[in-house]
């Protein structure tokens, strides 16, 4: 039995006839006739009762046919796997990041890729970034992407791209109202920032500001800065929408902040998915600047 034998079947089966269904596949009838008398052979059993033109499934025939399709369905995917083999595709990609880009583009992205990559398994960590090189280095992770400072960066990550930040608070904030922020001012109210597990301990990214409320996503940081508990540095990808809808606000101010770059940690050479997903970012960074 042949996958090309079962595959003729399904085709005569489906358009009622073997003249039918030579019109639509193209292939010759007496081509399907012959590959349908060999499965018939190889099977022992005849799959069609035939009546001058007119065909009808035996009723081994219907018993068969969701057999034969899960058959074919199979051996697709047999072939696709060993393709993605030869041409260097990973069966298998774990990633961790962070969200300092909007979850719309990774969302995206991870579709994108499963749509490319269908038989890709993918696994997604979403963690601070000053995690991400001991998962790499522990081979828990592929690869890793995250928003670093140039003093917190891994020594194994590479730049991406610098990414603009915002000092922001909510529009009814008091720091909202006033012309020009100093270090004296953030320091009189509570800075909501970036918290991460680092040896033993939690420790916050607080800037100017013993009062702070450490989180350990950007995503819900921005949220708690919307709902007035305090101001943060952000990302400004991650509340572009935010401030054009004036859900936040940018503070004004003349203070020198620490440059900021998106960038990567990678365990060993990257396979094609990995190299994919690293141009989809790389292009995303590209339209955000």
Partial sequence: ????????????????????AARHTGIKRSTLSASVNALEDSLGVALFERSGNSLQLTAVGESVLPDCYRLLTSASRINKHCQQHLQGVESQL???????????????????????????????????PQEHAQFVLRQTVDIAFGLYT????????????????????????????????????????????????????????ALFSTNYLGLTMFEVIRDAVINGTGWALLPYP????????????????????????????????????????????????????
Avoid at 164 to 191: C, E, F, G
Wanted: aromatic content about 8%; glycine content about 4%; overall charge negative.
């Fill in 1 to 20: 039995m042949r996958a090309e034998q079962v595959q003729a079947f399904i085709d005569v089966t489906e358009h009622g006839s073997f003249a039918a």
């Fill in 150 to 205: 140039a003093e917190g960066a891994s020594v194994n990550a590479s730049n991406l791209a610098p990414v603009s930040m915002s000092l922001v608070a909510a529009p009814d904030h008091p720091l909202s109202r006033l012309p020009n922020v100093t270090k004296d001012d953030l320091a009189q109210y509570t800075q909501v920032c970036l918290t991460f597990d680092q040896g033993d301990k939690l420790v916050s990214e």
């Fill in 238 to 289: 991650l509340v572009k929408d935010a401030l054009t809808n004036h859900t936040l606000c940018a503070l004004n101010h003349d203070l020198l902040l620490e440059s900021h770059y998106y960038r990567y940690v990678e365990g060993e050479s990257l396979g094609v998915v990995a190299t994919a997903l690293l141009t989809n970012v790389t292009r995303f960074l590209g339209t955000t600047r």
């Fill in 94 to 128: 774990c990633i961790a990041r962070d969200d300092a880009l909007p979850e719309v583009f990774w969302r995206q992205v991870m579709h994108d890729l499963k749509q490319r990559y269908p038989l890709t398994a993918i696994s997604v960590y979403l963690l601070p």
